[in-house]
Every structure is written in structure tokens, then in C-alpha cells.
T-cell receptor, first 111, second 115 residues
Framework: TQLLEQSPQFLSIQEGENLTVYCNSS?????LQWYRQEPGEGPVLLVTVVTGGEVKKLKRLTFQFGDARKDSSLHITAAQPGDTGLYLC???????????FGTGTSLTVIP | DTGVSQDPRHKITKRGQNVTFRCDPISEHNRLYWYRQTLGQGPEFLTYFQNEAQLEKSRLLSDRFSAERPKGSFSTLEIQRTEQGDSAMYLCASSLRYSGRHEQFFGPGTRLTVL
């Protein structure tokens, strides 16, 4: 059973286009993280959102945590080839003892 | 200390052999996690330590897998009698317990190939 579902699973777009990745769950999380992972490397933390409704911006990336803290979205504006990678969301339980990862979204930005 | 390190980065072994991986977390982090990741999937939780105590183990973790964190610093993950299905990326992450944000920081992983 996958606690966090991400969509789409695969995304291939042209440089300059915008995109949104979704991370959905029926469970409530105390915080939610977004990571980007490149082939053969470990995931790199992009952002943590904690408060329901929270919006965070990281340059061209905008992250939003749902009001009920069950879902999140990542929006990329004017995608660049350097944005290519596997995007993962992960939810933390209240104690932080365990993290539940999403199924991942593989993004390819074509120059 | 710039981050989580893992050793080796790659391991190729024959079925039936034992392998051991090492993880060195960020020095002030008291929580350490092991995950397994197969191609194109998100990491799957294996086990978790707080200091030297192993507090949670996934049901996915068979009795061929054992993990230790003897002094609350580095950790080892051993797989005995390896099987081809064990081929995966093994990731280690650490976090700081008193951080209410529960952020994990990952190492580069150990890629295991069982022939």
C-alpha cells in the first residue's frame, strides 16, 4: 500500500514550459518534504512544508501544502534542462520515526 | 563534515555471499534511517535508529538483513546470503530529533548488484 501517490509518473516537456507535480494521500502528515534525485545519487532535499496552506518559493519552484496537510504540489515555471530528475515527496508522521515516500515523478526537460 | 557519507558506492557480489555497507551520518544528527530503492521507485523504509537504539524495522526486512549503530554514530547494514532480488540502491539518511520539521538528509547511496 502506497501512502503517497504522485502524478504524473512521467513528464517530458520542452525547455521554457511550466509544469505541476501532485502528491496526494488520505493520511495527515506533520510535515512534507520534496526531494530531487539524479541517477546514481541520493535524494537532495528541496523544501519542507509544515503548516496547512503553506506556500514556499525556491527560485522558479513553488511548493504548496494542502490545507488539511494531506497533499502537496510542486510547480516549476519556465523549466530548464537542469530541472531534469526524479522528484519525490515524503511525508513525516508526528514523531518523525518514519517517512513515507511517494511513487516519484520522473521529469525530462528537453533543450 | 559536509553531509551523509556511504561506503562503498558500488558493490557487485555473487548470490549467497554476505555484504556489509557503512553509513556515516551528519555528526550532530541522532536519527539514522536505512532505505532501499529500486529503479524508478521511491525509497522504501527499512529501519530506523535513534542514537544506538534500533526503534523500528519494516516488515520488508527479512531475517537476512541486520543493522547496527553501536555507538550512536556510524551504522552498518549487513545482508547475509544475498539473493538477486536484493539488487537495489541502499540509501542512508540522518536527521535531528529535536527538529520539529523532521527533515532527512540523504547520503549518495550504495548500489548493490547480486549476480
Amino acid at each position: 500500500t502506497q501512502l503517497l501517490e504522485q502524478s504524473p509518473q512521467f513528464l517530458s516537456i520542452q525547455e521554457g514550459e511550466n509544469l505541476t507535480v501532485y502528491c496526494n494521500s488520505s493520511s495527515v502528515f506533520s510535515s512534507l518534504q520534496w526531494y530531487r534525485q539524479e541517477p546514481g545519487e541520493g535524494p537532495v532535499l528541496l523544501v519542507t512544508v509544515v503548516t496547512g496552506g503553506e506556500v514556499k518559493k525556491l527560485k522558479r519552484l513553488t511548493f504548496q501544502f494542502g490545507d488539511a496537510r494531506k497533499d502537496s504540489s510542486l510547480h516549476i515555471t519556465a523549466a530548464q534542462p537542469g530541472d531534469t530528475g526524479l522528484y519525490l515527496c515524503a511525508g513525516a508522521g508526528n514523531t518523525g520515526n518514519q517517512f513515507y515516500f511517494g511513487t516519484g515523478t520522473s521529469l525530462t526537460v528537453i533543450p | 563534515d559536509t553531509g551523509v557519507s556511504q561506503d562503498p558506492r558500488h558493490k557487485i557480489t555473487k548470490r549467497g555471499q554476505n555484504v556489509t555497507f557503512r553509513c556515516d551520518p551528519i555528526s550532530e544528527h541522532n536519527r539514522l534511517y536505512w532505505y532501499r530503492q529500486t529503479l524508478g521507485q521511491g525509497p522504501e523504509f527499512l529501519t530506523y535508529f535513534q542514537n544506538e537504539a534500533q526503534l523500528e524495522k519494516s516488515r520488508l526486512l527479512s531475517d537476512r538483513f541486520s543493522a547496527e549503530r553501536p555507538k550512536g554514530s556510524f551504522s552498518t547494514l549487513e545482508i547475509q546470503r544475498t539473493e538477486q532480488g536484493d539488487s537495489a540502491m541502499y540509501l542512508c539518511a540522518s536527521s535531528l530529533r529535536y527538529s520539529g520539521r523532521h527533515e532527512q538528509f540523504f547520503g549518495p547511496g550504495t548500489r548493490l548488484t547480486v549476480l
